[in-house]
Nanobody, 120 residues
Framework: QVQLVESGGGLVQAGGSLRLSCAAS????????MGWYRQAPGKQRELVAT???????NYADSVKGRFTISRDNAKNTVYLQMISLKPEDTAVYYC??????????????WGQGTQVTVSS
């Protein structure tokens, strides 16, 4: 089991920056990938960025060049640095962790979410 706690959300003007943090309750041992998802009102939850144990990253096209995901293994924390924020980035941002137990068993963990609001 792992608990994920997000922080760093808030209200920012368009063009501004925010850094989200996701603190895990234990080490990343057994966690194969961490990531950030977001869900805007009336929309489905969507992938924002992921980072694997070897540091490989993946981003949604809509955030490439503006968002950066990183991890600090010593602090059991994953970050999402967001710059050049746009009103369409407004959403609840969720931290996600995936543990691949076997070829047929995957465990997903979610944080409670943090609100990011970008005003125009």
């Amino acid at each position: 089991q792992v608990q994920l706690v997000e922080s760093g959300g808030g209200l920012v003007q368009a063009g501004g920056s925010l850094r989200l943090s996701c603190a895990a309750s234990r080490t990343f041992a057994g966690i194969n990938a961490m990531g950030w998802y977001r869900q805007a009102p009336g929309k489905q939850r969507e992938l924002v960025a992921t980072i694997t144990t070897n540091g490989s990253t993946n981003y949604a096209d809509s955030v490439k060049g503006r968002f950066t995901i990183s991890r600090d293994n010593a602090k059991n924390t994953v970050y999402l640095q967001m710059i050049s924020l746009k009103p369409e980035d407004t959403a609840v941002y969720y931290c996600h962790a995936r543990s691949i137990v076997t070829m047929r068993r995957v465990i997903d963990y979610w944080g409670q979410g943090t609100q990011v609001t970008v005003s125009s």
